[in-house]
Nanobody, 116 residues
């Protein structure tokens, strides 16, 4: 089993920045990829950004150039630096971890609110 603990959500004005963190813990696991999804009220959950164990990154088009994903392999932690936030970026952000020979695990979600 893998547990994920997220932090960093909150309220920010449009144009501001937030940094989300997600730390994975457990016993004897090997992470293939980590990343973030988000879900706005009334909308489906969508991928925001992901990063593989090798460091390859991918981003959803709406966040390219504004969000940066990174990871600390030694700490099994993934970060999402969100700059130039827009009201449409608001929602619940969920981190995920894909573990070899185990599956995908999800964080509990952290709320991001962007005021216009």
């Amino acid at each position: 089993q893998v547990q994920l603990v997220e932090s960093g959500g909150g309220l920010v004005q449009a144009g501001g920045s937030l940094r989300l963190s997600c730390a994975a813990s457990g016993s004897s696991f090997s992470i293939k990829a980590m990343g973030w999804y988000r879900q706005a009220p009334g909308k489906e959950r969508e991928l925001v950004a992901g990063i593989t164990s090798g460091g390859s990154e991918n981003y959803a088009d709406p966040v390219k150039g504004r969000f940066t994903i990174s990871r600390d392999n030694a700490k099994n932690t993934v970060y999402l630096q969100m700059n130039s936030l827009k009201p449409e970026d608001a929602g619940d952000y969920y981190c995920y971890v894909r573990v070899e020979r185990s599956g995908t695990y999800w964080g509990q979600g952290t709320q991001v609110t962007v005021s216009s």
